[in-house]
Structures are given as structure tokens and as C-alpha cells.
């Protein structure tokens, strides 16, 4: 994992409450370049993994709607218990996936993650 990941991930470990897991992920392929696992209970491996899958299906979908130009911008799916965001990155190459417990301030989550998402996109590429 390159430096710039890391520290993005520091951070948002230290600003994001309640914080399961983060990783960068390559949509095409679902392998993670770079993670970081705070609740080892969570299988952040199958989680972006199957995530990247659900990104893959949504550009699939806009593309044959004619939304070529039409950019995901943000995805949360909310559970019983936790929150998932997935945050592409502006090319669509990655994703940033993450997981917190349900308390967590879903404006701070997102503010966090838009912040980060272009280290990561630039460390990455």
C-alpha cells in the first residue's frame, strides 16, 4: 500500500466514529490496494470484493440508459447495523469502500471520504 493510502486512511479512521473497515479497490478486477481493518470480525476481502461488483452493475446500467457521461458520485447502502459507502473515484478505476456501525454521522462519513478520494485516486494511478 503506498504512503498517500495509508495516511488517507489514518485519517479517516481517526475522523470517522464507529469505523469498520476502508479500502481501495480496483472495480474492474475487485482486488484491494490497500486497506484498513479496525473491527477484525469484518471480512473487508469479500466485502470490496462483492462491492465492486455492485459499481460494475450500476455503470453497466447507466451506460445502457445512455448516461455514458453521467458519473457515480456516491453510494450508501444502509443495514440494520452498519453503513456501507462506496465512493468511486472521478476515472471509475476504484473504489473507496467503507463500513462503520450505524451510529456513525453519515455527513462527516462523506465529507471524509470525498476529501480522500482524490489522494487515493492519485496514488493509485
Do not use: C
Not at 16 to 41: F, Q, T
Not at 92 to 111: L, P
Amino acid at each position: 500500500m503506498s504512503n498517500k493510502v495509508e495516511k488517507a486512511f489514518e485519517h479517516a479512521k481517526k475522523e470517522i466514529s464507529g469505523l469498520k473497515a476502508i479500502s481501495a479497490v480496483e472495480i474492474e478486477s475487485g482486488l484491494s490496494h490497500g486497506s484498513l481493518i479496525v473491527d477484525d470480525k469484518f471480512d473487508l476481502d469479500a466485502a470490496s470484493a462483492y462491492n465492486a461488483e455492485v459499481i460494475k452493475a450500476k455503470i453497466k446500467a447507466k451506460n445502457a440508459m445512455g448516461m455514458q457521461k453521467e458519473h457515480i458520485e456516491l453510494m450508501i447502502i444502509e443495514l440494520s447495523s452498519q453503513i456501507h459507502l462506496i465512493q468511486p473515484t472521478t476515472d471509475e478505476k476504484y473504489i473507496i469502500y467503507m463500513a462503520s456501525d450505524k451510529s456513525t454521522n453519515v455527513g462527516i462519513v462523506r465529507k471524509v471520504i470525498k476529501a480522500i478520494s482524490g489522494e487515493i485516486q492519485s496514488a493509485l494511478n
